[in-house]
């Protein structure tokens, strides 16, 4: 039976005995424990039921995004994750969270978020007939504001991050409080990204993914760690993540100040000042000998534009994988390269037309 387990403290709960945000413990993020099997049926996330702690109950489409490749001095592996139902491969994590608060009984969901994750949660929510409160910063992109409210979603605005913090966690005591940073069951869908990219026949030489809390990071290295320890691939790719120049936790941990110029304030998904799982990034990223390419709003913008040429609307954040590529481009001819496409532009036209102008 899947458990919390937190890797940290060792304490441990059935996993539908209780939910978690955080280990109550010691206040660590948690891991979910289970034993997965190789069993594939069906379509969209729920295909990899049985690599997950349990099965989504409710699919609008979520998952089996395609997978295009194209041959260039690399073979370009592009996953169109920006395909998913609310335009992000947030949706993967959203469906589990959303499948666990419905089976528990809640009736309330609250997160802190300005982003993808809000809608995501919003959509999946009104699909459980769950009610969605998400706590955001005045100054958030009014796109997605609008989504989340078209929706259904009821937005408490606040005057910064650490304010829509505070209150969420007040509201917790009577509701489901997703914690997207913290919860494993974003870590968990992601990772089905990896199984679907296996099933196309690809195990990619390189990852290149933008990390933000580095749940999707996290969940494209657990999804070939699984497959490698069930012995169906040889290999796991080498990861290369990508930070924005304003915000970039993991490079400082490592290398410190970078003294690079410019700002990264286009790449919003990926501006998490302090990720709760930095340490798990990090093990992570030198376990697979990985490296972390920085990137900046000039380099974005032109890589907006090239993705757009190629035919993939994404939204700025989701630029920078094809910026990190391009300074690494040399290193990596002849080799296959993943590269997630997070985001989907339609959310940030307004945005997208200027770039587009300029
Ligand atoms: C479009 C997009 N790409 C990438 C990320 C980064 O994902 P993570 O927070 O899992 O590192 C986000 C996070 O919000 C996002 O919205
Ligand atoms: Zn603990």
């Known amino acids: 039976m899947a458990k919390w387990v937190c890797p940290r403290c060792g304490?441990?709960?059935?996993?539908?005995?209780?939910?978690?945000?955080?280990?109550?413990?010691?206040?660590?993020p948690l891991d979910i424990v289970f034993e997965p099997v190789y069993?594939?049926?069906?379509?969209?996330?729920?295909?990899?039921s049985g690599l997950?702690?349990?099965?989504?109950?409710?699919?609008?489409?979520?998952?089996?995004?395609?997978?295009?490749?194209?041959?260039?001095?690399s073979r370009l592996l592009f996953k169109l994750e920006y395909l998913n139902p609310s335009g992000s491969f947030k949706d993967r994590g959203s469906s589990l969270a959303l499948t666990y608060a419905y089976r528990s009984g809640f009736k309330r969901v609250v997160e802190d978020t300005s982003g993808n994750t809000g809608i995501s949660i919003t959509l999946y929510s009104r699909v459980y007939g769950l009610?969605?409160?998400?706590?955001?910063?005045?100054?958030?992109?009014?796109?997605?504001?609008?989504?989340?409210?078209?929706?259904?979603?009821?937005?408490?605005e606040t005057n910064s991050r650490g304010e829509a913090m505070k209150k969420v966690l007040e509201a917790s005591r009577n509701a489901f409080y997703v914690a997207?940073?913290?919860?494993?069951?974003?870590?968990?869908?992601a990772s089905t990204i990896s199984y679907e990219v296996y099933e196309e026949g690809e195990i990619p030489d390189y990852a290149i993914v933008p990390v933000g809390s580095g749940g999707l990071f996290l969940g494209i290295m657990r999804g070939f760690e699984t497959l490698y320890k069930l012995g169906l691939i040889k290999k796991i790719p080498v990861p290369i993540i990508v930070e924005g120049v304003s915000s970039y936790p993991v490079y400082k941990a490592l290398h410190g100040e970078h003294g690079l110029k410019g700002t990264s304030r286009l790449a919003d998904g990926i501006m998490v000042p302090e990720p709760p799982r930095l340490d798990d990034i990090i093990i992570a990223l030198e376990k697979y000998h990985g490296r972390i390419i920085l990137v900046n709003d000039e380099e974005i913008k032109t890589a907006l534009r090239e993705l757009i040429d190629y035919g993939f609307i994404v939204e700025p954040t989701s630029a920078t994988v094809w910026t990190a590529y391009k300074?690494?481009?040399?290193?990596?001819?002849?080799?296959?390269?993943?590269?997630?496409?997070?985001?989907?532009?339609?959310?940030?036209?307004?945005?997208?037309?200027k770039i587009m102008r300029e």
């Open 180 to 189: 997207h940073t913290w919860n494993p069951l974003y870590i968990l869908g």
């Open 39 to 48: 069993r594939v049926s069906g379509s969209g996330l729920s295909r990899h």
């Open 131 to 156: 009610e969605p409160v998400i706590y955001m910063p005045r100054d958030a992109p009014p796109g997605k504001k609008k989504l989340i409210r078209l929706l259904g979603g009821r937005i408490v």
């Open 52 to 73: 997950l702690p349990f099965p989504p109950l409710k699919s609008i489409g979520e998952g089996g995004t395609p997978l295009v490749v194209i041959d260039s001095s």
């Open 327 to 353: 300074k690494i481009r040399d290193e990596l001819r002849g080799k296959d390269i993943l590269l997630p496409l997070t985001g989907s532009g339609l959310k940030m036209i307004e945005e997208l037309l």
């Open 11 to 28: 304490f441990s709960a059935d996993l539908f005995s209780g939910y978690y945000w955080k280990c109550p413990r010691c206040g660590s």
